[in-house]
Protein backbone atom coordinates (compact mmCIF):
# COMPACT_ATOMS: atom_id res chain seq x y z
CA UNK A 1 0.00 0.00 0.00
CA UNK A 2 1.71 2.75 -0.75
CA UNK A 3 1.93 6.15 1.74
CA UNK A 4 1.61 9.45 0.11
CA UNK A 5 3.56 12.45 1.55
CA UNK A 6 2.46 14.35 4.53
CA UNK A 7 2.89 17.91 5.90
CA UNK A 8 3.60 16.66 9.32
CA UNK A 9 4.65 13.46 11.06
CA UNK A 10 4.16 12.21 14.41
CA UNK A 11 6.08 8.99 15.60
CA UNK A 12 5.58 7.25 18.97
CA UNK A 13 9.11 6.14 19.76
CA UNK A 14 9.00 2.87 21.70
CA UNK A 15 8.61 0.62 19.26
CA UNK A 16 8.53 2.61 16.03
CA UNK A 17 11.97 4.83 15.97
CA UNK A 18 13.88 2.20 18.74
CA UNK A 19 13.52 -1.05 20.91
CA UNK A 20 15.18 -0.46 24.26
CA UNK A 21 18.68 0.95 23.16
CA UNK A 22 18.27 -0.86 19.70
CA UNK A 23 17.64 1.78 16.93
CA UNK A 24 14.83 -0.13 14.43
CA UNK A 25 15.73 -0.47 10.55
CA UNK A 26 15.67 2.80 8.50
CA UNK A 27 14.61 5.05 11.27
CA UNK A 28 17.86 7.81 11.09
CA UNK A 29 17.34 7.77 7.08
CA UNK A 30 13.22 8.33 7.27
CA UNK A 31 14.06 11.06 9.70
CA UNK A 32 16.90 12.75 7.52
CA UNK A 33 14.69 12.29 4.65
CA UNK A 34 11.38 14.02 5.92
CA UNK A 35 14.10 17.24 7.27
CA UNK A 36 15.60 17.50 4.05
CA UNK A 37 12.09 17.28 2.35
CA UNK A 38 10.77 20.41 4.64
CA UNK A 39 8.26 17.92 6.75
CA UNK A 40 7.43 18.77 10.34
CA UNK A 41 8.12 16.26 12.37
CA UNK A 42 7.28 15.39 16.46
CA UNK A 43 7.72 12.70 18.59
CA UNK A 44 5.17 11.00 20.79
CA UNK A 45 5.60 8.53 23.62
CA UNK A 46 3.88 7.67 26.61
CA UNK A 47 6.16 6.48 28.31
CA UNK A 48 6.88 8.79 31.77
CA UNK A 49 10.27 7.24 32.48
CA UNK A 50 12.16 9.51 31.31
CA UNK A 51 12.01 13.41 30.92
CA UNK A 52 11.80 15.31 27.05
CA UNK A 53 15.39 16.26 27.53
CA UNK A 54 16.28 12.41 27.61
CA UNK A 55 14.24 11.51 24.91
CA UNK A 56 16.04 14.71 22.71
CA UNK A 57 19.66 13.09 24.02
CA UNK A 58 18.47 9.43 23.22
CA UNK A 59 17.60 10.46 19.64
CA UNK A 60 20.51 12.79 19.16
CA UNK A 61 22.51 9.75 20.08
CA UNK A 62 21.23 7.69 17.80
CA UNK A 63 21.92 10.31 15.04
CA UNK A 64 18.64 11.59 14.73
CA UNK A 65 18.37 15.18 14.39
CA UNK A 66 15.56 16.51 17.49
CA UNK A 67 14.82 18.95 19.48
CA UNK A 68 13.44 19.72 23.12
CA UNK A 69 10.37 21.45 21.14
CA UNK A 70 9.48 18.50 19.26
CA UNK A 71 9.10 16.09 21.89
CA UNK A 72 6.16 15.24 23.47
CA UNK A 73 5.45 12.76 26.59
CA UNK A 74 2.61 11.47 29.16
CA UNK A 75 4.65 13.23 32.27
CA UNK A 76 5.01 16.38 30.50
CA UNK A 77 1.26 16.04 29.54
CA UNK A 78 0.68 15.24 33.04
CA UNK A 79 2.17 18.59 34.41
CA UNK A 80 0.08 20.63 31.58
CA UNK A 81 -3.50 18.95 32.53
CA UNK A 82 -2.38 19.47 36.13
CA UNK A 83 -1.83 23.01 36.00
CA UNK A 84 -4.92 23.99 33.96
CA UNK A 85 -6.90 22.06 36.56
CA UNK A 86 -5.29 22.63 39.83
CA UNK A 87 -2.50 24.63 40.08
CA UNK A 88 -0.63 23.47 42.85
CA UNK A 89 -2.14 20.84 43.85
CA UNK A 90 -1.07 18.36 46.61
CA UNK A 91 -0.02 14.40 45.19
CA UNK A 92 1.04 10.89 46.01
CA UNK A 93 3.23 9.72 42.57
CA UNK A 94 2.73 5.84 41.97
CA UNK A 95 5.53 6.52 39.06
CA UNK A 96 9.65 7.02 39.20
CA UNK A 97 11.62 9.45 39.50
CA UNK A 98 11.41 11.58 35.76
CA UNK A 99 7.95 12.12 36.39
CA UNK A 100 8.16 13.33 40.50
CA UNK A 101 10.69 15.87 39.26
CA UNK A 102 8.67 16.98 36.62
CA UNK A 103 6.03 17.66 38.86
CA UNK A 104 8.26 19.00 41.79
CA UNK A 105 9.48 21.71 39.53
CA UNK A 106 6.35 22.65 38.15
CA UNK A 107 5.19 23.50 41.51
CA UNK A 108 3.13 20.82 42.97
CA UNK A 109 3.90 18.79 46.15
CA UNK A 110 4.09 15.86 47.31
CA UNK A 111 2.76 13.88 50.25
CA UNK A 112 1.84 10.61 51.77
CA UNK A 113 -0.64 11.96 54.30
CA UNK A 114 -3.76 10.84 53.03
CA UNK A 115 -5.72 13.48 54.06
CA UNK A 116 -3.59 16.16 52.27
CA UNK A 117 -3.42 13.95 49.04
CA UNK A 118 -5.40 15.79 45.81
CA UNK A 119 -4.32 13.70 43.40
CA UNK A 120 -3.01 9.65 42.91
CA UNK A 121 -1.12 9.88 39.70
CA UNK A 122 -0.43 6.08 38.29
CA UNK A 123 2.10 5.49 36.56
CA UNK A 124 4.76 3.04 34.58
CA UNK A 125 6.70 2.42 37.91
CA UNK A 126 9.15 -0.19 38.33
CA UNK A 127 9.80 0.95 41.84
CA UNK A 128 5.82 0.24 42.64
CA UNK A 129 5.59 -1.13 46.09
CA UNK A 130 3.07 -2.37 48.83
CA UNK A 131 3.94 0.61 50.49
CA UNK A 132 2.66 2.77 47.78
CA UNK A 133 -0.26 0.64 47.07
CA UNK A 134 -1.30 0.98 50.99
CA UNK A 135 -0.57 5.21 50.45
CA UNK A 136 -3.05 5.44 47.21
CA UNK A 137 -5.35 3.19 48.63
CA UNK A 138 -5.77 5.60 52.32
CA UNK A 139 -5.79 8.63 49.49
CA UNK A 140 -8.33 7.71 47.34
CA UNK A 141 -10.29 6.76 50.43
CA UNK A 142 -10.06 9.99 51.64
CA UNK A 143 -10.95 11.46 48.68
CA UNK A 144 -8.46 11.80 46.24
CA UNK A 145 -8.67 11.80 42.84
CA UNK A 146 -7.46 9.24 41.00
CA UNK A 147 -5.56 9.70 37.75
CA UNK A 148 -2.99 8.53 34.96
CA UNK A 149 -0.12 9.40 32.68
CA UNK A 150 -0.59 6.13 30.41
CA UNK A 151 -2.79 3.14 29.77
CA UNK A 152 -0.38 1.07 28.48
CA UNK A 153 -0.10 -2.70 29.36
CA UNK A 154 3.06 -3.12 29.08
CA UNK A 155 6.28 -1.67 27.45
CA UNK A 156 8.33 -3.01 24.65
CA UNK A 157 12.04 -3.73 25.31
CA UNK A 158 14.25 -6.58 23.29
CA UNK A 159 12.70 -9.88 23.72
CA UNK A 160 9.86 -9.13 25.60
CA UNK A 161 8.02 -6.58 27.56
CA UNK A 162 7.97 -5.01 31.01
CA UNK A 163 4.27 -4.56 33.27
CA UNK A 164 3.32 -0.39 32.11
CA UNK A 165 0.77 1.80 33.96
CA UNK A 166 -2.18 -0.59 33.07
CA UNK A 167 -0.94 -2.97 35.67
CA UNK A 168 -0.75 0.08 38.45
CA UNK A 169 -3.25 1.84 37.78
CA UNK A 170 -5.56 -2.33 38.05
CA UNK A 171 -4.12 -2.73 41.74
CA UNK A 172 -5.13 0.68 42.94
CA UNK A 173 -8.99 0.59 41.28
CA UNK A 174 -9.05 -3.27 42.38
CA UNK A 175 -8.74 -2.51 46.48
CA UNK A 176 -10.30 1.45 45.93
CA UNK A 177 -13.62 0.04 43.77
CA UNK A 178 -13.17 3.44 41.88
CA UNK A 179 -12.34 4.06 38.50
CA UNK A 180 -9.35 6.24 36.77
CA UNK A 181 -11.09 9.87 36.14
CA UNK A 182 -8.27 10.78 33.63
CA UNK A 183 -5.61 8.76 31.21
CA UNK A 184 -3.39 11.87 29.82
CA UNK A 185 -1.99 9.65 27.54
CA UNK A 186 -2.58 8.16 24.35
CA UNK A 187 -5.29 7.69 23.00
CA UNK A 188 -6.74 10.44 24.78
CA UNK A 189 -7.30 13.71 22.95
CA UNK A 190 -5.75 15.28 25.96
CA UNK A 191 -2.20 14.15 24.09
CA UNK A 192 -3.94 14.46 21.01
CA UNK A 193 -4.35 17.85 21.65
CA UNK A 194 -1.03 18.94 23.10
CA UNK A 195 1.06 17.36 20.36
CA UNK A 196 -1.40 19.47 17.57
CA UNK A 197 -0.80 22.10 18.90
CA UNK A 198 3.36 21.65 18.96
CA UNK A 199 3.28 20.56 15.02
CA UNK A 200 0.80 23.32 14.14
CA UNK A 201 -1.33 21.56 11.37
CA UNK A 202 -4.14 20.84 11.14
CA UNK A 203 -4.83 17.02 11.78
CA UNK A 204 -5.57 15.93 8.12
CA UNK A 205 -2.12 17.30 6.76
CA UNK A 206 -0.93 14.59 9.23
CA UNK A 207 0.12 11.19 9.52
CA UNK A 208 0.49 9.26 12.72
CA UNK A 209 2.65 6.51 12.88
CA UNK A 210 3.13 4.14 15.53
CA UNK A 211 3.34 0.31 16.38
CA UNK A 212 -0.06 -0.41 18.86
CA UNK A 213 -3.57 -0.79 17.41
CA UNK A 214 -5.21 0.80 20.55
CA UNK A 215 -2.96 3.93 21.99
CA UNK A 216 -1.41 5.28 18.77
CA UNK A 217 -3.69 4.13 15.90
CA UNK A 218 -6.45 4.73 18.01
CA UNK A 219 -5.24 8.82 19.33
CA UNK A 220 -4.96 9.52 15.33
CA UNK A 221 -8.11 7.72 14.41
CA UNK A 222 -9.64 9.73 16.68
CA UNK A 223 -8.01 13.22 16.02
CA UNK A 224 -9.04 12.75 12.26
CA UNK A 225 -5.20 12.01 11.51
CA UNK A 226 -4.34 9.56 8.67
CA UNK A 227 -2.27 6.88 10.55
CA UNK A 228 0.34 4.21 9.46
CA UNK A 229 1.23 0.96 11.84
CA UNK A 230 4.07 0.19 12.23
CA UNK A 231 5.04 -3.64 12.86
CA UNK A 232 7.70 -3.19 14.63
CA UNK A 233 6.64 -3.73 17.97
CA UNK A 234 3.49 -4.41 19.87
CA UNK A 235 0.66 -4.76 17.66
CA UNK A 236 0.79 -7.41 15.00
CA UNK A 237 -0.73 -7.79 11.26
CA UNK A 238 -2.90 -10.43 12.30
CA UNK A 239 -4.33 -8.26 15.19
CA UNK A 240 -5.96 -6.72 12.38
CA UNK A 241 -8.74 -8.44 11.61
CA UNK A 242 -10.67 -8.09 15.07
CA UNK A 243 -9.80 -4.77 15.60
CA UNK A 244 -12.46 -2.22 16.06
CA UNK A 245 -9.21 0.44 15.21
CA UNK A 246 -7.78 0.62 11.64
CA UNK A 247 -5.04 2.15 10.55
CA UNK A 248 -4.92 4.25 6.97
CA UNK A 249 -1.84 2.19 6.03
CA UNK A 250 -0.21 -0.69 7.81
CA UNK A 251 3.75 -0.96 6.77
CA UNK A 252 6.57 -3.70 7.45
CA UNK A 253 9.00 -0.77 8.95
CA UNK A 254 9.83 2.86 8.48
CA UNK A 255 11.77 2.44 5.48
CA UNK A 256 8.58 1.92 3.49
CA UNK A 257 8.23 5.93 4.23
CA UNK A 258 11.36 6.90 2.59
CA UNK A 259 9.98 6.66 -1.10
CA UNK A 260 6.86 9.01 -0.20
CA UNK A 261 8.66 11.08 1.74
CA UNK A 262 9.67 13.50 -0.51
CA UNK A 263 6.60 14.03 -3.03
Same mark, same amino acid.
Given at each position: ?????????????????????????????????????????????????????????????????????????????????????????????????????????????????????????????????????? @???????????????????????????? =??????????????????? @??????????????????????????? @?????????????????????????????????????? =?????????????????
Amino acid at each position: MTVPAYDGYIFDLDGTIYLGDILLPAAAEVLAALRAAGRRVAFLSNNPTKTRAQYVEKLQGFGIAAELAEVVNSSAVMVQWLREHAPGATVFVCGEAPLIGELTAAGFQLSEEPGAIQFVIASFDRTFTYHKLQ @VAFDAVRAGARLVATNPDRFCPVPGGGE =PDAAAIIAAIEACTNTRCE @VNVGKPSPIMARTVSAMIDLPPERCLM @VGDRLMTDIAMGVDAGMSTALVLTGDSKRADLADSAVQ =PSYVIAGLGELIDYVKA
